[in-house]
């Protein structure tokens, strides 16, 4: 079964073939350049380049897998969260082209297309979920496939915005988090005193916007950048395992699934892996937004046996998780 994935949530277009659950080709173009000078991403651009790119997209995936749109057997697209402009490109794109070639369309979820990376045969419900990315951090207990119980998430900016403010502090350029995490290698996690966000709560959210707030005090006081980067690094790092770690005592969870660009994240891959918790994370190329992602998630609804979506789904610039799960292929 050949799926192909279209993913236009935000700045970067991604189209992705997959075969049975194995990739054969992957694209992703960036528009970083483009919103630079914006210092923000500006919508109707996005859109307008995501439109500019899809279609060459396409064709270069399906070229460099030797295929041709005849041989797809399902499209599937993000449909939310998101900016809206951008996901109805990708959408309705998807839509267009599974609709002329009569094949099934599936609408899926940004973070259920994170996680869908990061699965592999092996996991096996239950586990615990954690989505870090530029706009996300949300940890989830999965009891069964398919169904995400909110645990917690946090309370201001998210992780991978963090490390994006912080990197900018420090003139690194914008996505900061690979930067900033670059820097940190060459720096002391201890040398500078963040303190842990949310000490002592029993319940699993985050925050940290205090962080941001200390970086620039710290900054200002006269820190190595090398130094603030590393120890900034640890202290999110460690805020992130801690919660998944209590949360797996308390639950009786083994198994944790962490996805989404922060996933990226070297030192955390490499602190979750001492955490005597079974990890599971995307293959680096796949931790950030792309189409590849989108296509596994459509295979494995198609797997768990998921009717496809109708042709009338809506994007959605808000979309929770919790709530996709239970109407997955209903709305
Ligand atoms: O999932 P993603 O590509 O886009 C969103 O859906 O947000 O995540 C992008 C975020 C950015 O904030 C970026 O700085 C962060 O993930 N990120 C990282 C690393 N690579 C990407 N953060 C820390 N360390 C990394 N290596
Ligand atoms: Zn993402």
């Not at 990376?117 to 989505?131: K, N, S, V």
């Not at 706009?135 to 201001?156: M, Q």
């Not at 900016?157 to 996505?175: H, N, Q, S, T």
């Amino acid at each position: 079964m050949i799926i192909l994935g279209i993913d236009t949530s935000c700045d970067d277009t991604g189209v992705g073939l997959v075969q049975d659950g194995r990739v054969l080709a992957h694209r992703v173009a960036s528009q970083t350049g483009l919103h630079q000078s914006y210092g923000g991403v500006v919508p109707e651009l996005a859109s307008r380049e995501h439109t500019r790119v899809i279609d060459r997209l396409t064709e270069a995936v399906l070229a460099e897998a030797g295929l041709s749109a005849k041989d797809l057997d399902a499209v599937a697209a993000t449909q939310g969260p998101g900016l809206v402009g951008p996901l109805l490109v990708g959408l309705s794109y998807a839509k267009g082209l599974a609709l002329a070639l009569d094949r099934p369309f599936f609408g899926v979820h940004h973070l259920e297309a994170h996680l869908a990376a990061a699965r592999t045969e092996d996991l096996r419900p239950p586990y615990l979920a954690l989505l870090a990315s530029g706009g996300h951090t949300h940890l989830f207990d999965v009891p069964e496939e398919g169904r995400y119980l909110l645990l917690g998430a946090t309370r201001d900016d998210a992780a991978g915005e963090a490390f994006d403010k912080a990197a900018r502090m420090l003139g690194l350029g914008y996505p900061g988090g690979p930067a900033l995490a670059r820097l940190a290698e060459k720096g002391d996690p201890k040398k500078v005193p963040f303190t842990l966000p949310l000490k002592g709560q029993r319940g699993y959210d985050f925050s940290f916007s205090g962080l941001k707030t200390a970086f620039k005090r710290f900054l200002d006081q006269g820190y190595a950048p090398e130094d603030l980067a590393a120890s900034f690094q640890e202290t999110v790092v460690e805020s992130l395992v801690r919660t998944i770690e209590r949360a797996a005592r308390d639950l009786g969870r083994d198994q944790v699934v962490v996805a989404g660009g922060v996933a990226a994240n070297r030192r955390l891959r490499e602190r979750l892996s001492g955490s005597g918790l079974e990890v599971f994370v995307p293959p680096l190329a796949l931790a950030t937004d792309n189409g590849v992602m989108v296509a596994l998630a459509a295979w494995q609804r198609i797997r768990r046996g998921v009717p496809p979506s109708p042709f009338d789904l809506e994007a959605r610039p808000y979309l929770p998780l919790d709530r996709v799960s239970h109407a997955e292929g209903v709305e």
